[in-house]
C-alpha cells in the first residue's frame, strides 16, 4: 500500500555561544568556537581558577603515568581520526587560558597497595574487593577546595574483571566511585587506560580530557546562543534500588533543570516505592509527580532570584501516564506553559536521503552517500514528530559532510506531546540544541538531548549512594 507523508522541514544546526555579552561569539562547532573565542565562563566573574590543581589516585608504583598524562595535555596534537572534524589540539591553557596542573600536596598524589593484583587474580568477586580497596584509598581525599580542585583515578585494562559484577549483581565501578565521591564533594576524572594512556589519537584524548576536565573544576565552556527566554527543561529518569533490607524495591527519581540556554547545573534525586508498573517500565503517583515537578520548580526558583519560569518542557523516555499529567499540572498549574514531551528512541522508522537526477535525465534519483541531514523533521500527526538528531551536519563543518557514527542508516527520535500545544519547530529544535549540551565529551552532537542522557546517567549512579538528602547535588560531580 502506498501512503503520502507530509513534507519534511529542516531545522538549522544549534549555534553555540562563547560569551555571556558578545552575541558574535558563537560557532555551531564547540571545539572550533573554543579555539575562537576561549569558553564562555572565562568571562564570568566566578571564573575557574589558574590553575586547575588535580589530585590522583593510581596503581602501586603507576602514579607518574597519571602525571605525565597531565602534562601532555599542554602539548599540541594533531587529529590522527575524525580529520573532517577535529581541530589540532594547541595545549590546554591555550583552549581555556588557564593551566591544569598536579596538586602540589604530596598527601594529594595516592597509590593503592602492591599486593592488589595478587589479591585480584585470587578474589572469588574482584568487583568487590576492587570496590572496598578503592573506597579504603579514597578515605584520604577530603573535599574539593582546599589543596585540589578534583581528582584524577587511573583504572588499567588489567583489573578489567573488577569494572562489573556478575549478571546477578548490577555493580558499575565507575558509578559507584562517582556516587561515593559526591557524597564527599569531590569531582573526579577516571581514566581508563585504553581510552586515555593508550589511545592512539591523542588529540582526540586531549580534546576530551580537556574539555571534561575544565567542566568539572567549575568551568561552563559553551550554551546555547539562541535560547527560548524564560524557559526551563525538566529530564525525568528512574531507576530501581536492586536490594532493600526489608524485601522492598525503592524507585531512585532524578530530576535536572536545565535553563532555556542548556546550562544545568544540578539536579535533585529522592527515593520513593509510590510508583507502579506498567510492563517492565514504573511510573510515579500522582503524588510522586507532583512532589518531584515542586522540587524541580524551587531549583529553577533558586537560580532565578525567585522568578517562575514562563513555559516548562518535561522530558522522559517513557510515556506519561494520567495520573502523572495530573500531578505534573497540579505542581505546574501556575505556569503559563507546559509541555509533557516523550522521547522514544526506537521509533521503528528510517530515513533515506535521494540525489535528485540530473536536469534533464528521465532516471530516477539514487541514494546519497551521506543520511538525512540532522534536524530533518517530519510531522506524524497533531502530537507526534520524527526527528532526526544524528545525521549529516555541513553545517558545522563548513559545508562539508560529516556524519558523525560514520555509518549506518540513523534512526530518528519521535517526540509525544503528553500535554501542551502549538507548534512543533520551537519545541523540536529546543531538543536538537540540547543534544550540543554535553559537556563530558568532544562530540559535536549526542543523539539524545542533555535533559535525558544526564537524567539517565544520574539516576543509575545515585543509586549507589548510601544516602540521599533533600539538597540538589552539582552535576559535575556525577560526569
Known amino acids: 500500500m502506498n501512503a503520502q ?66 602534562s601532555e595535555l599542554e602539548q599540541p596534537h594533531p587529529p590522527r581520526e575524525r580529520k573532517n572534524y577535529l581541530p589540532d589540539w594547541p595545549g590546554f591553557s591555550k583552549v581555556f587560558g588557564l593551566r591544569a596542573v598536579r596538586a602540589d600536596d604530596p598527601g594529594a598524589q595516592v597509590e593503592l597497595p602492591a599486593d592488589l593484583d595478587q589479591k585480584l587474580e585470587r578474589a572469588t568477586k574482584p568487583h568487590t574487593l576492587l570496590a572496598e580497596e578503592l573506597t579504603r584509598a579514597l578515605r584520604a581525599f577530603g573535599a574539593a577546595g582546599g589543596d585540589y580542585d578534583l581528582l584524577m583515578i587511573l583504572l588499567p585494562d588489567r583489573w578489567q574483571a573488577g569494572f562489573e559484577g556478575p549478571e546477578s549483581d548490577p555493580f558499575d565501578l565507575h558509578d559507584y566511585l562517582k556516587a561515593h565521591l559526591a557524597m564527599r564533594g569531590l569531582p573526579s576524572q577516571i581514566v581508563r587506560e585504553n581510552r586515555g594512556l593508550s589511545y592512539f589519537c591523542r588529540c582526540s584524548v586531549a580534546w576530551r580530557q580537556g574539555v571534561a576536565l575544565y567542566c568539572k573544576a567549575g568551568g561552563v565552556p559553551w550554551k546555547l546562543a539562541d535560547p527560548e527566554p524564560e524557559t526551563a527543561h525538566i529530564g525525568l529518569s528512574y531507576a530501581l534500588r536492586p536490594h532493600a533490607e526489608d524485601g522492598r524495591r525503592f524507585l531512585t527519581c532524578c530530576s535536572q533543570v536545565f535553563d532555556s540556554d542548556g546550562a544545568g547545573l544540578e539536579f535533585v534525586a529522592y527515593e520513593t516505592a509510590d510508583f507502579r508498573y506498567f510492563g517492565e517500565n514504573p511510573f510515579l503517583s500522582r503524588a510522586e509527580m507532583r512532589r518531584v515537578m515542586a522540587r524541580s520548580l524551587t531549583l529553577y526558583q533558586e537560580r532565578h532570584a525567585g522568578r517562575v519560569p514562563r513555559r516548562v518542557l518535561v522530558h522522559k523516555t517513557t510515556e506519561f501516564k494520567a495520573h502523572e499529567v495530573e500531578g505534573a499540572f497540579d505542581a505546574l498549574g501556575h505556569i503559563a506553559t507546559v509541555d509533557l514531551l516523550q522521547i522514544k528512541q526506537d521509533a521503528g522508522w528510517k530515513g533515506v536521503r535521494i540525489d535528485p537526477p540530473a536536469p534533464g535525465s ?55 506531546r503528553h500535554a501542551g500545544h502549538g507548534g512543533w519547530e520551537d519545541t523540536a529544535g529546543a531538543v536538537l540544541g540540547l543534544t550540543k549540551m554535553n559537556w563530558n565529551n568532544d562530540a559535536l552532537y549526542d543523539r539524545l538531548p542533555v535533559t535525558l542522557g544526564f537524567a539517565s546517567t544520574l539516576a543509575h549512579t545515585v543509586v549507589h549512594m548510601s544516602k540521599l538528602g533533600p539538597r540538589p547535588y552539582p552535576v559535575r560531580y556525577f560526569m
Open 362 to 416: 528521465t532516471r530516477r534519483g539514487t541514494p546519497a552517500r551521506y543520511p538525512l541531514e540532522r534536524g530533518t523533521m517530519l510531522a506524524l500527526g497533531a502530537a507526534e514528530v520524527l526527528l532526526w538528531t544524528a545525521g549529516d551536519a555541513p553545517e558545522a563543518t563548513g559545508g562539508r559532510s560529516y556524519f558523525k557514527e560514520g555509518k549506518g542508516i540513523p534512526e530518528p527520535l519521535m517526540l509525544v
Open 5 to 70: 507523508l507530509p513534507g519534511h522541514t529542516r531545522l538549522p544546526e544549534p549555534q553555540l555561544a562563547f560569551h555571556p555579552e558578545r552575541e558574535q561569539d558563537r560557532s555551531p562547532h564547540p571545539l572550533r568556537g573554543l579555539l575562537e573565542f576561549g569558553p564562555y565562563s572565562r568571562s564570568l566573574l566566578n571564573a575557574v581558577l589558574d590553575p586547575i590543581r588535580v589530585a590522583t589516585l593510581a596503581p602501586h608504583g603507576e602514579g607518574s603515568r597519571l602525571v605525565h598524562f597531565i
